[in-house]
C-alpha cells in the first residue's frame, strides 16, 4: 500500500521500498536489451543513474522539438 510521508516543506509518497517526492511522476521505459546495456555502462563511466540519463536526454529533446 502507498502511504504519503511528510518531510521539510516536502510531501513524499512510499512506493514499494522507495520514497519519492510528490512532485515527480514514475514512468516505465521499455528498451531493447542492446540500448538498457549502453545505458547501463554509460552510467558507470559518467556517476549517472539511468534514471538521470533518460531525464536529461527528455529535457533535450524537448528542447530541441520545441512546436
Known amino acids: ?3 504519503v510521508l511528510f518531510g521539510p516543506a ?3 509518497l512510499k512506493v514499494s521500498k522507495h520514497t ?3 512532485s515527480l511522476k514514475r514512468v516505465t521505459v ?3 536489451l542492446d540500448l ?3 545505458l547501463k555502462i554509460r552510467g558507470v ?3 549517472q543513474t539511468m534514471n538521470d540519463q533518460i531525464v ?3 529535457k533535450m529533446y524537448l528542447q530541441n522539438n520545441q512546436p
Open 1 to 3: 500500500a502507498n502511504c
Open 10 to 12: 516536502k510531501a513524499w
Open 20 to 22: 519519492v517526492p510528490l
Open 30 to 32: 521499455v528498451l531493447p
Open 36 to 38: 538498457h546495456k549502453l
Open 45 to 47: 563511466e559518467n556517476d
Open 56 to 58: 536529461e536526454a527528455v
